[in-house]
């Protein structure tokens, strides 16, 4: 094992990729010589050459349609799109072409395409820069979405999804570039659709990933101090969802809680509790609970944050009035 940054794992993923096969480029604004805004494709220009990292204009729209014809013909394509606030402006190729032209041509055309983004909140960032669109992603069928939470994650997964003969969101998060992490110095790739048991627990179920997740595990602490067992599951693959690892914690512990930091309404904490209520109700001792960003748009003021975002605090409470 060694031990990565977030941001080093994505780097070091990208490398041995791109080492294993030729056909793998990647396309960005500023990921050359730059190495990229958050510098996690620093050195690849280098090692790589222009021909296989390219600088794009400022024009997602453009330079995904660029990546999406170029998966058509052969290449595997990994776009970064330098905030997910700014998949706005490309929305009918990701979603329109990418994720709908093996179907439409049954099968005939396959779209090997990865875009990696980073999305969540950081103080400051406002409400252009700092939101989470998973749960859009997740509800588009021909799209496979990520989040992985820790380095070897991070690793794992985009290797799987560079290797995947579908298009793949892999949501990165801004504030977890400089975490650091043990990753193993052999090969390894995690296969997607598959979710982690981080903790285990008997008391209640607390469903998370990305940034969220070391704040559910800083609250598992918590509530362990009060004689309270927590379960973690990390749920990182968005779509497809581990459905059956879900469940299966809560049959063991019969109380569930949802955390994520994009909006309330419409999250992917309401797909999950809807599985929940349908397949393991008579589990259930409780009503699903969520703890999630209010919905609004993101505060500039860091002040606000505690008051937008879910908390340590808050991921407590709503364990202790599940338990009541």
Same mark, same amino acid.
């Given at each position: =094992?060694?031990? *990565?940054?977030? +941001?080093?794992?994505?780097?070091?993923? *990208?490398? $041995?990729? =791109?080492?294993? @096969?030729?056909?793998?480029?990647?396309?960005?604004?500023?990921?050359?010589?730059?190495?990229?805004?958050?510098? !996690?494709?620093?050195?690849?220009?280098?090692?790589?050459?222009?021909?296989?990292?390219?600088?794009?204009?400022?024009?997602?729209?453009?330079?995904?349609?660029?990546? #999406?014809?170029?998966?058509?013909?052969?290449?595997?394509? #990994?776009?970064?799109? =330098?905030?997910?606030?700014? &998949?706005?402006?490309?929305? @009918?190729?990701?979603?329109?072409?990418?994720a709908k032209l093996a179907y439409v041509s049954g099968g005939q055309v396959r779209v090997p395409l990865v875009i990696r983004t980073q999305q969540g909140a950081r103080p400051g960032a406002a409400a252009q820069h700092a939101q989470c669109f998973e749960a859009i992603f997740a509800h588009i069928p021909g799209l496979r979405v990520v989040t992985p939470a820790t380095p070897r994650d991070a690793r794992g997964l985009l290797k799987a999804a560079i290797r995947c003969d579908d298009p793949v969101v892999f949501l990165e998060h801004k504030l977890l570039y400089s975490?650091?992490?043990?990753?193993?110095?052999?090969?390894?790739?995690?296969?997607?659709?598959?979710?982690? *048991?981080?903790?285990?627990?008997? @008391?209640?179920?607390?469903?998370?990933?990305?940034?969220?997740?070391? /704040?559910? =595990?800083?609250?598992?602490?918590?509530?362990?101090?009060?004689?309270?067992?927590? $379960? /973690? /599951?990390? !749920?990182?693959?968005?779509?497809?969802?581990?459905?059956? &690892?879900?469940?299966s914690s809560i049959r063991r512990t019969n109380r569930a809680l949802i955390v994520h930091e994009a909006w309330r309404r419409g999250g992917l904490g309401a797909e999950i509790a809807a599985l929940l209520q349908e397949r393991a109700?008579?589990?259930? @001792?409780?009503?699903?609970?969520?703890?999630? +960003?209010?919905?609004?748009?993101k505060p500039f003021s860091p002040a606000f944050d505690a008051f937008y975002l879910p908390t340590v605090e808050k991921v407590v409470q709503a364990v202790l009035t599940l338990l009541r």
């Open positions: =094992m060694r031990e *990565l940054s977030y +941001a080093q794992a994505i780097n070091v993923a *990208l490398a $041995e990729e =791109m080492e294993r @096969d030729e056909r793998i480029i990647l396309l960005g604004e500023d990921i050359g010589a730059y190495g990229g805004v958050f510098r !996690v494709t620093q050195g690849l220009q280098e090692r790589f050459g222009t021909h296989r990292v390219l600088d794009t204009p400022i024009s997602e729209a453009g330079f995904l349609g660029c990546a #999406v014809g170029a998966a058509m013909c052969g290449l595997r394509p #990994v776009v970064e799109i =330098m905030y997910v606030d700014f &998949t706005g402006v490309a929305m @009918d190729q990701i979603i329109n072409q990418a975490t650091t992490g043990l990753v193993p110095l052999a090969e390894e790739v995690i296969p997607l659709g598959r979710a982690s *048991l981080v903790r285990s627990g008997k @008391d209640v179920s607390l469903f998370s990933y990305a940034a969220m997740l070391p /704040v559910v =595990m800083e609250a598992a602490d918590r509530l362990a101090e009060m004689g309270v067992s927590a $379960e /973690v /599951v990390d !749920v990182r693959s968005l779509a497809p969802l581990d459905e059956e &690892t879900l469940l109700f008579d589990y259930l @001792d409780a009503p699903v609970a969520r703890v999630a +960003a209010c919905d609004v748009p």
